[in-house]
């Protein structure tokens, strides 16, 4: 992990998501939804997740030999994530396969390395039916998702690039990844933690809320904003 010049305090956790579903990965992905509630308010601050991926051509059983009891509490931790109050920074040192894909469509700025590739863990009987797709269908459209979901089909860094799932496409050096990853520090320098995870929720409810159900969600969130604006002049 490297240091950062930023007014953002930096939440770096390093995710090992190249193996079957485990307590320690679990764990992991608890443990940094629980700093980034912890942190304190008085400074912004931003999740950056280090993600092993896999290696090319490399895949695995997932989630492996687990109950659904275990399942459901992977699902939890990368729903606890995605309501954090803090941007997410995620960028994967392999390919996006499987958890690597999952935890990357929770985060809020993407990076993936040149030559890797994004798809969906599968079993015999076709791609693993996580949350992971209702998040492609919500972000994404039911087109995209239907490629990968339904026809099991990967995308190569560069076309995840083009199709708006990744926002950079890196070389394999330390100095790229720094100079990305400070970019999207960048971005994220005056946003209010909770007022993003407010955001996420709004989008993520918008295939699936009619527009005079969401209409008070939103307006909360505008007047939450205008309070904000007004206390801090």
Same mark, same amino acid.
């Given at each position: ?15 090992? &998501? ?64 995605? #309501? &954090? ?47 992971? *797709?209702?998040?492609?269908?919500? #972000? ?17 860094? &560069?076309?995840?690039?083009? #199709? ?22 960048? *971005? ?46």
């Amino acid at each position: 992990m490297t240091s950062y010049e930023s007014t953002t305090h930096v939440l770096p956790a390093v995710i090992s &998501a190249d193996q079957p579903l485990t307590e320690e990965l679990l764990a992991a992905v608890s443990a940094i939804a629980v700093r980034a509630e912890d942190a304190p308010p008085d400074k912004p601050h931003t999740v950056v997740l280090y993600v092993t991926g896999t290696r090319s051509g490399q895949q695995f059983s997932w989630p492996g030999p687990v109950d659904i009891g275990v399942v459901g509490k992977w699902e939890s931790a990368l729903r606890r994530l995605e #309501q &954090a109050p803090a941007p997410i920074i995620a960028v994967v040192d392999g390919d996006a396969f499987g958890p690597a894909a999952e935890l990357l469509l929770v985060a809020d700025y993407r990076i993936l390395r040149s030559g890797s590739v994004f798809g969906f863990a599968a079993t015999a009987l076709g791609v693993w039916p996580s949350m992971a *797709l209702h998040r492609l269908v919500a #972000q994404y459209g039911a087109g995209p998702a239907r490629a990968l979901a339904v026809q099991g089909r990967t995308l190569s860094a &560069a076309e995840a690039h083009a #199709q708006g799932l990744v926002d950079a496409v890196i070389d394999h050096d330390a100095r790229s990844e720094t100079t990305t990853v400070q970019a999207g520090l960048r *971005l994220f320098e005056s946003t209010a933690g909770t007022e993003i995870a407010i955001r996420r929720r709004l989008l993520l409810d918008a295939t699936t809320t009619r527009f005079e159900d969401a209409l008070g969600a939103h307006l909360a969130a505008a007047d939450r904003s205008l309070r904000r604006l007004r206390a801090a002049s």
